[in-house]
């Protein structure tokens, strides 16, 4: 469980998501948090399936899955180290009622973060007081949306562009479409950046900027 205070990867290199700017940019701002090696980040996980299969009685459970990426990489997404604190069983997708049903574990993760817990640590023989960070949900668009409230669906759908989103409306379709929205994401420098030619005809991307249509 200490592993990731321990071990360095090589400079340059990602084996596991310590090595990442995200967690290195947690562990600065919440430097209290990391000053205990042994504290515990984990990320959760969600999608619905159908149990009964494609042509079985119409039914919908969403699972929600906890990894622990304390541990070394070879083992953090082992099926024996990742556990379900929540299922969530029904006729249908729980959809906008998701963040509801989530209630009790999203408190528990609140306490586990912000209060910590006594544990005993077997190690060292000794006790110690115990924090819990969320690090990342992990889920597709869909269930993306209901975790995080933002409606993945009409032409503010990207989390990411918001209203400065470069979609349009298809009149034929009576839809929004994102075609060569993908460009504006490039670096300046990039080659493909201001191809009028190759993408949408006409069209550039002017540097940090997207464009209205």
Known sequence: ??????????????????????????DATFSDFAAEERNVRVGLCTDGFSPFGQFGHSYSSWPVMMCVYSLPPGICMKEAFVFMPLIIPGSKSPGRAFDVLLRPLVDELNELCSVSVNVWDSHRQQNFQLR???????????????????????????????????????????????FDCHRTFLPDNHEYKNKTRAFKKGRTFPPNMQQKR
């Open 132 to 178: 819990v960070a969320l690090m990342w949900t992990i889920s597709d668009f869909p269930a993306y949306g209901m975790l995080s409230g933002w409606s993945t669906h009409g032409r503010l759908s990207c989390p990411y562009c918001m209203e400065k989103t470069g979609s349009f409306w298809l009149k034929e379709r009576k839809k929004h479409s994102w």
């Open 1 to 26: 469980m200490t592993w990731h205070q321990r071990t360095r990867t090589r400079p340059g290199w990602m084996a596991h998501p310590r090595d990442g700017e995200s967690w290195k940019d947690f």
